[in-house]
């Protein structure tokens, strides 16, 4: 028997009833992504941008009111190239604006994004004239900060729109490349980005000694195929930080939390959760894209066969051992380009001896830690309270993402070619009978929940905030 085994196996069984399990996962993530797909059909006519759902959500990590909605937008008809002349432009891509990145002067995983094309017929070209600069004669170069500004002036032109007022607020403050819009109390975080091709990065990811079994091969062979992008935010501590760009490997990181086991990724979920209520306190840069660097270099760099069910506090223990190792030495290498540190210049000496005293204290509560995570206390209450209503109540739940996702997916594949105004969803809303269905099931599915809660004396009246999650 493997140490921890019996609260391994308890504590997944929980996570499984709480839809954290492979198979809900694997329904949010299918769903998602069918989402995704229509949406960016539904507005390929009318706009400059295409969607990729990103973070938990497409992770499918996280329930559908669980944490924030979290999407990149990307320019289309734009590329950055490692390599690149005005005259291959000329000849070969007309149609497309085209920068080259530039890294000599910045930190690995970042660029300066120096101009070589800009083609005037399309609609973008203003967007970019507005937010270059001239370092020298005829020698221009993006400006992430420009850009991000040039986009949020955008935003709120849109949200003035008729139809639209009181729908969304957009944040005076970016968070790092984020943007941060509040829809109907939901806040969402929105990063431009522009299309990437950097091989050099991800030939040497791809090509790194790898003593272990993952990633498997095919995973490898996927990830470096998919498309990079860069994100407007400029490296902290550097003199041309408002031009710089972050280079990002977001689908492929993506790829990678999919092809995690169950335990890794119950690890992940545990992870990102005990590290936003014990650590992120302390340091806001203790973030859940730093939690899931730590799993894939655990995953990376241990026997694969190692992380089983009846291992999985074990290998949180692990993981957070290995987060502290990091902090220690002040060194994060990044598990997409290891040259780039990701706590270079975030972290005071103060708050260092105090996250490592934090999980120093984490690590010697073995699996009582995870009862600092509000979800996992309630659920082994109700569990222990009433195990047939906390089974009711966990079916139930399911069904109710489950109809969500769907009328959701309904909603978008009925609204017109360009909407442009809230007023164009509400009506899609009531003249689609099928997506009507989903609503009133989706409803109906929420106020069963909310009795469950009522029968086990755990809410006394409609609290939304404990039936959506």
């Given at each position: 028997m493997t140490q921890y085994e019996n609260h391994s196996v308890l504590i997944s069984n929980l996570l499984d009833y709480k839809g954290y399990g492979g198979q809900m996962l694997s329904i949010r993530r299918e769903i998602q992504s069918g989402i995704e797909d229509d949406l960016n059909q539904k507005t390929a006519s009318c706009c400059q941008f295409y969607t990729l759902l990103v973070g938990s959500k497409a992770e499918g990590l996280t329930a559908p009111f669980e944490n924030d909605l979290d999407?990149?937008?990307?320019?289309?008809?734009?590329?950055c190239k490692?390599?690149?002349?005005?005259?291959?432009?000329?000849?070969?891509?007309?149609?497309?604006?085209?920068?080259?990145?530039?890294s000599d002067l910045s930190r690995p995983g970042y660029s300066l994004l120096q101009t070589i094309h800009i083609c005037d017929s399309l609609d973008t070209a203003t967007l970019l004239y507005k937010s270059m600069v001239?370092?020298?004669?005829?020698?221009?170069y993006l400006s992430s900060d420009f850009l991000?500004?040039?986009?949020?002036?955008?935003?709120?032109?849109?949200c003035k729109l008729p139809g639209n007022q009181g729908f969304a607020n957009v944040h005076n403050e970016t968070q790092g490349p984020s943007i941060v819009i509040n829809k109907s109390e939901t806040p969402s975080d929105t990063v431009v980005a522009l299309r990437c091709e950097c091989p050099s990065y991800l030939f040497a990811w791809k090509s790194r000694k790898r003593n272990h079994q993952w990633p498997p091969i095919a995973v490898v062979r996927e990830v470096s195929s998919l498309d990079s992008h860069v994100v407007p935010v400029g490296h902290t501590g550097s003199c041309l930080q408002s031009l710089e760009w972050r280079i990002c490997f977001t689908k492929g990181e993506i790829k990678l939390v999919h092809s995690l086991n169950d335990c890794l990724t119950k690890v992940l979920i545990l992870l990102k959760q005990i590290a936003k209520v014990t650590l992120k306190p302390l340091s806001k840069d203790m973030s859940s894209y730093l939690m899931?660097?730590?799993?894939?270099?655990?995953?990376?760099?241990?026997?694969?066969d190692y992380f089983t069910q009846d291992a999985l506090i074990v290998a949180l223990k692990k993981a957070l051992a290995d987060l502290k190792k990091?902090?220690?030495?002040?060194?994060?290498?990044?598990?997409?380009?290891?040259?780039?540190?990701?706590?270079?210049?975030k972290l005071t000496h103060s708050q260092r001896i105090k996250i490592c005293m934090r999980i120093d204290s984490l690590l010697k509560e073995g699996p009582y830690m995870v009862l600092k995570i509000g979800k996992i206390r309630n659920a082994i209450s109700m569990c222990y309270k009433s195990p047939t209503v906390f089974s009711r109540i966990t079916m139930k739940l399911h069904e109710m993402h489950i109809n969500f996702y769907l009328f959701l997916k309904f909603l978008i594949l009925s609204l017109p070619k360009s909407p442009r105004v809230p007023d164009d969803i509400v009506r899609s809303l009531f003249s689609n009978s099928i997506v009507g269905i989903f609503w009133i099931r989706f409803s109906l599915s929420m106020l069963?929940?909310?009795?469950?809660?009522?029968?086990?004396g755990e809410i006394k009246f409609l609290d939304c905030s404990n039936v959506l999650c």
């Amino acid at each position: 028997m493997t140490q921890y085994e019996n609260h391994s196996v308890l504590i997944s069984n929980l996570l499984d009833y709480k839809g954290y399990g492979g198979q809900m996962l694997s329904i949010r993530r299918e769903i998602q992504s069918g989402i995704e797909d229509d949406l960016n059909q539904k507005t390929a006519s009318c706009c400059q941008f295409y969607t990729l759902l990103v973070g938990s959500k497409a992770e499918g990590l996280t329930a559908p009111f669980e944490n924030d909605l979290d999407m990149m937008q990307v320019l289309k008809d734009t590329v950055c190239k490692e390599h690149s002349t005005l005259v291959e432009h000329q000849e070969e891509h007309e149609e497309e604006h085209q920068f080259k990145l530039v890294s000599d002067l910045s930190r690995p995983g970042y660029s300066l994004l120096q101009t070589i094309h800009i083609c005037d017929s399309l609609d973008t070209a203003t967007l970019l004239y507005k937010s270059m600069v001239e370092l020298a004669p005829d020698n221009l170069y993006l400006s992430s900060d420009f850009l991000k500004n040039e986009i949020k002036k955008l935003l709120i032109g849109i949200c003035k729109l008729p139809g639209n007022q009181g729908f969304a607020n957009v944040h005076n403050e970016t968070q790092g490349p984020s943007i941060v819009i509040n829809k109907s109390e939901t806040p969402s975080d929105t990063v431009v980005a522009l299309r990437c091709e950097c091989p050099s990065y991800l030939f040497a990811w791809k090509s790194r000694k790898r003593n272990h079994q993952w990633p498997p091969i095919a995973v490898v062979r996927e990830v470096s195929s998919l498309d990079s992008h860069v994100v407007p935010v400029g490296h902290t501590g550097s003199c041309l930080q408002s031009l710089e760009w972050r280079i990002c490997f977001t689908k492929g990181e993506i790829k990678l939390v999919h092809s995690l086991n169950d335990c890794l990724t119950k690890v992940l979920i545990l992870l990102k959760q005990i590290a936003k209520v014990t650590l992120k306190p302390l340091s806001k840069d203790m973030s859940s894209y730093l939690m899931k660097n730590v799993v894939f270099w655990l995953a990376e760099l241990n026997d694969y066969d190692y992380f089983t069910q009846d291992a999985l506090i074990v290998a949180l223990k692990k993981a957070l051992a290995d987060l502290k190792k990091f902090v220690v030495a002040n060194n994060f290498p990044s598990y997409m380009i290891p040259q780039r540190n990701l706590l270079e210049g975030k972290l005071t000496h103060s708050q260092r001896i105090k996250i490592c005293m934090r999980i120093d204290s984490l690590l010697k509560e073995g699996p009582y830690m995870v009862l600092k995570i509000g979800k996992i206390r309630n659920a082994i209450s109700m569990c222990y309270k009433s195990p047939t209503v906390f089974s009711r109540i966990t079916m139930k739940l399911h069904e109710m993402h489950i109809n969500f996702y769907l009328f959701l997916k309904f909603l978008i594949l009925s609204l017109p070619k360009s909407p442009r105004v809230p007023d164009d969803i509400v009506r899609s809303l009531f003249s689609n009978s099928i997506v009507g269905i989903f609503w009133i099931r989706f409803s109906l599915s929420m106020l069963d929940v909310a009795q469950c809660y009522k029968d086990i004396g755990e809410i006394k009246f409609l609290d939304c905030s404990n039936v959506l999650c």
